[in-house]
C-alpha cells in the first residue's frame, strides 16, 4: 500500500475526530441550548451535506482542468478547520447553519480531489483495498472525536462551547499533514486540458458510470442524515454527555468494516455487495423503529455502521473504475451532486416525519425506501442485456 495513502487516511482521521467532536453533539446543542425543533435539525443538516457535496463537482470539475488535485484538497481542509470556532460562539440556529454552511464547503472542496487522488495513487488491482483503507481510518477519527466530546463533556460538566473550541486543534493538524506528508504523483497523457464540462468530455462518462450515479442517488434517499441517530439514542434516556457514545458504536463498526468490504469488491461482483448492503440498511430502519430501549438503539445503529462499510467504498470504487483516468475528479463531483440534491430531500423529509408521526415513521419510511431500492436493483440485474 503506497505510503501516501497512509498518510490520506491520516488526515482524513484528524479531520473527522475535528468534525465529529462538534457533530456528535451538534443535534443536542441545537434542541437542547438553542431550542430549535427536529425539523430545523433536518433543514441544516440537509443543507449542510448538500452543499458539501454540490461544491464537489465544482472542486472535481476544477482538478481534472488544472491537472493538480493536492492544493484544492489542502485549500478544503483549511477552510474546514477554521469554521471551528464559530459552532462555539454560535447564539442562534443561524449561526450555527452558517458554521455548518462554511465547514461543509471545506469538505466540498476537498472531496472529490481528494478521492481522486487516492484513485490516482492506488495500484488498480488494489484499488477498492486502498479506498477502504482511508475509508476504515477516516471512520476511527469519527469514533475517536466523539469520545473526546464525551469525556470533554464531562469534565467540564456539559460546557458544549468549550468542546467546540478543542476541535480546531486535530483540524489544524490535518492541514499539516496533508502539506507535508503526500506528494502528488505526475500526470500520465496529454498536458493540454480543456474544459472537463464540455460536451465532448462528458460524451466520454459511459453508461456504467451513469448508473453508478443513479445507485448512488437512491442509496441517499434511503439514508438521511445521522444526525437522527443521534436523537433516536437521546429518546432512550441515556444521559446527554454519553449520547455521543452511539455514534462511536456505529463508526467502530464502519472502521472495523470498510477495509474487508473494500477488498472484497477487488474480487466479488459489485451488485451482489450493494444488494446486501440494502438488505443491512432495511434490517436497520426496521431495528431503530420497533425495538424500544438502549438495546435497540445501539443494535440498529450497529448494522447502519455495517451498511456503511459495505456500500460507501464499493460506490467510489465503481466510479473510479468507470470515469476516464483525466475525468475522475469530475466523475467523483457529478456523482456527489447528484447525491447531494438527494441528501436534502431525505433529511427534510425524516425532519418532518419525525414532527409530525414520531421517530418510528422516520425509520420506517427510509427502510420503505430502501425495499423500493433494493427491488428496483435485483429487476436490473435479472433483466435480459
Given at each position: 500500500m503506497p505510503a501516501a495513502i497512509w498518510a490520506l487516511g491520516f488526515v482524513s482521521l484528524l479531520m473527522d475526530v475535528s468534525s465529529e467532536m462538534i457533530h456528535s453533539l451538534l443535534p443536542l446543542f441545537l434542541v437542547g441550548t438553542l431550542g430549535a425543533a427536529a425539523t430545523t435539525v433536518g433543514v441544516i443538516e440537509g443543507i449542510a451535506e448538500a452543499t458539501a457535496l454540490v461544491v464537489k463537482i465544482f472542486s472535481g470539475v476544477l482538478s481534472d482542468w488544472l491537472g493538480k488535485r493536492k492544493a484544492l484538497a489542502v485549500a478544503g481542509y483549511a477552510l474546514g478547520a477554521l469554521s471551528k470556532p464559530l459552532f462555539a460562539i454560535a447564539s442562534s440556529t443561524g449561526v450555527v447553519l452558517a458554521a455548518r454552511f462554511i465547514d461543509r464547503v471545506g469538505k466540498g472542496i476537498r472531496g472529490a480531489p481528494r478521492d481522486a487522488l487516492v484513485a490516482d495513487i492506488a495500484p488498480p488491482d488494489i484499488r477498492g483495498a486502498a479506498i477502504g483503507l482511508r475509508q476504515s481510518l477516516d471512520?476511527?477519527?469519527?469514533?475517536?472525536?466523539?469520545?473526546?466530546?464525551?469525556?470533554?463533556?464531562?469534565?467540564?460538566?456539559?460546557?458544549?462551547?468549550?468542546?467546540?473550541?478543542?476541535?480546531?486543534?486535530?483540524?489544524?493538524?490535518?492541514?499539516?499533514?496533508?502539506m507535508v506528508g503526500v506528494h502528488e504523483p505526475a500526470q500520465k497523457g496529454s498536458t493540454h486540458r480543456t474544459n472537463p464540462l464540455r460536451r465532448a468530455n462528458l460524451a466520454r462518462l459511459p453508461r456504467a458510470y451513469w448508473h453508478v450515479v443513479g445507485i448512488g442517488a437512491a442509496f441517499t434517499l434511503a439514508r438521511f442524515s445521522e444526525a437522527f441517530l443521534v436523537l433516536r439514542a437521546a429518546d432512550t434516556g441515556i444521559a446527554t454527555a454519553l449520547v455521543?457514545?452511539?455514534?462511536?458504536?456505529?463508526?467502530?463498526?464502519?472502521?472495523?468494516?470498510?477495509?474487508?468490504?473494500?477488498?472484497?469488491s477487488d474480487r466479488l461482483p459489485h451488485?451482489?455487495?450493494?444488494?446486501?448492503?440494502?438488505?443491512?440498511?432495511?434490517?436497520?430502519?426496521?431495528?431503530?423503529?420497533?425495538?424500544?430501549?438502549?438495546?435497540?438503539?445501539?443494535?440498529?445503529?450497529?448494522?447502519?455502521?455495517?451498511?456503511?462499510?459495505?456500500?460507501?467504498?464499493?460506490?467510489?470504487?465503481?466510479?473510479?473504475?468507470?470515469?476516464?483516468?483525466?475525468?475522475?475528479?469530475?466523475?467523483?463531483?457529478?456523482?456527489?451532486?447528484?447525491?447531494?440534491?438527494?441528501?436534502?430531500?431525505?433529511?427534510?423529509l425524516a425532519g418532518v416525519l419525525w414532527d409530525t408521526l414520531g421517530s418510528a415513521a422516520t425509520f420506517l419510511g427510509g427502510g420503505a425506501f430502501a425495499a423500493i431500492t433494493l427491488l428496483a436493483l435485483l429487476t436490473r440485474r435479472r433483466a435480459p442485456a
Open positions: 471512520t476511527v477519527g469519527a469514533f475517536v472525536g466523539p469520545l473526546l466530546g464525551v469525556a470533554l463533556m464531562l469534565l467540564w460538566a456539559n460546557d458544549f462551547r468549550a468542546v467546540f473550541m478543542v476541535a480546531i486543534v486535530p483540524g489544524l493538524l490535518a492541514v499539516v499533514l496533508l455521543p457514545l452511539v455514534m462511536v458504536a456505529m463508526n467502530v463498526v464502519y472502521s472495523l468494516s470498510a477495509y474487508p468490504f473494500g477488498s472484497l451488485g451482489m455487495l450493494l444488494a446486501w448492503g440494502l438488505v443491512v440498511l432495511i434490517a436497520a430502519d426496521l431495528v431503530l423503529a420497533t425495538v424500544p430501549g438502549i438495546p435497540g438503539a445501539l443494535a440498529g445503529i450497529t448494522l447502519w455502521g455495517v451498511h456503511m462499510g459495505m456500500t460507501q467504498g464499493l460506490l467510489l470504487r465503481m466510479i473510479a473504475d468507470a470515469a476516464p483516468a483525466d475525468l475522475r475528479g469530475t466523475a467523483y463531483g457529478m456523482f456527489n451532486l447528484v447525491s447531494g440534491g438527494a441528501m436534502l430531500a431525505a433529511s427534510v
